[in-house]
């Protein structure tokens, strides 16, 4: 069955630098990756996917991921981090039509 | 445009209680669902419906019933509420069949549950 798991459950960075995310995949099919975000007191949000096509897919607020078949991952990196990306970030594969599957979740901290 | 609302946004139970989250979502979407978030667990699928009058279970559906009497509307049940139901509670909506993709889930603002 398809799942993700996601390595760190916290990241921090400094303002401006390199933002990285980590997911690895298992699917014994090509998979369908997301990543969502939620920021504090709210649902998630998709920042971007991965269906076919491809394989460096670009999402909202500068944010990016590469599917890389070779290595099971679907890492996210943003170049310079801002304040506003503060937020917990989840990995997630869908499973048949109707279902997600969501990693564990990374919390990104972002200082000045 | 209101997407999906979920009430109420907090509640807090004694063991035994029991209470209704509702969902609504005006997007006509097909699929309905309700996740579960628990720190260092990310989100866990408790029941879902395929559309109107069906429903299904997820990865943790027990001490959870759900129904789905009209397309707009998905309501989770609590008959006898446990500490171990403590949780913060999503419901999210997807697939529209003129789109004919259901990548995207849209998400309520989530209801903080304490069960004491």
């Known amino acids: 069955a398809q799942s993700v798991t996601q390595l760190g459950s916290h990241v921090s960075v400094s303002e401006g630098a390199l933002v990285l995310l980590r997911c690895n995949y298992s699917?014994?099919?090509?998979?369908?990756l997301f990543w969502y975000v939620q920021y504090p007191n709210q649902g998630l949000q998709l920042l971007l996917k991965y269906t076919t096509g491809a394989t460096l897919v670009k999402g909202i607020n500068g944010f990016e991921a590469e599917f890389k078949k070779s290595e099971t991952s679907f890492h996210l990196t943003k170049p310079s981090a801002h304040m506003s990306d503060a937020a917990e970030y989840f990995c997630?594969?869908?499973?048949?039509?109707?279902?997600?599957?969501f990693g564990t979740g990374t919390r990104l901290l972002v200082s000045p | 445009n209101a997407g999906v609302t979920q009430t109420p946004k907090f509640r807090v139970l004694k063991t035994g209680q029991s209470m209704t989250l509702l969902c609504a979502q005006d997007?006509?979407?097909?699929?309905m669902y309700w996740y579960r978030q628990d720190p260092g667990m990310g989100l866990r699928l408790i029941h879902y419906?395929?559309?109107?009058?069906?429903?299904a279970k997820g990865e943790v559906p027990d001490g959870y019933n759900v129904s789905r009497l009209k397309k707009q509307n998905f309501l989770l049940g609590l008959e006898s509420a446990a500490p171990s139901q403590t949780s913060v509670y999503f419901c999210a909506s997807s697939y529209s069949p003129e789109m004919g993709t259901n990548e995207k889930l849209f998400f309520g603002s989530g209801t903080q549950l304490s069960v004491l």
């Open positions: 419906s395929v559309g109107e009058g069906t429903t």
């Open positions: 997630a594969v869908r499973r048949g039509f109707q279902k997600l599957v």
């Open positions: 997007m006509n979407h097909e699929y």
């Open positions: 699917s014994s099919v090509p998979p369908y």
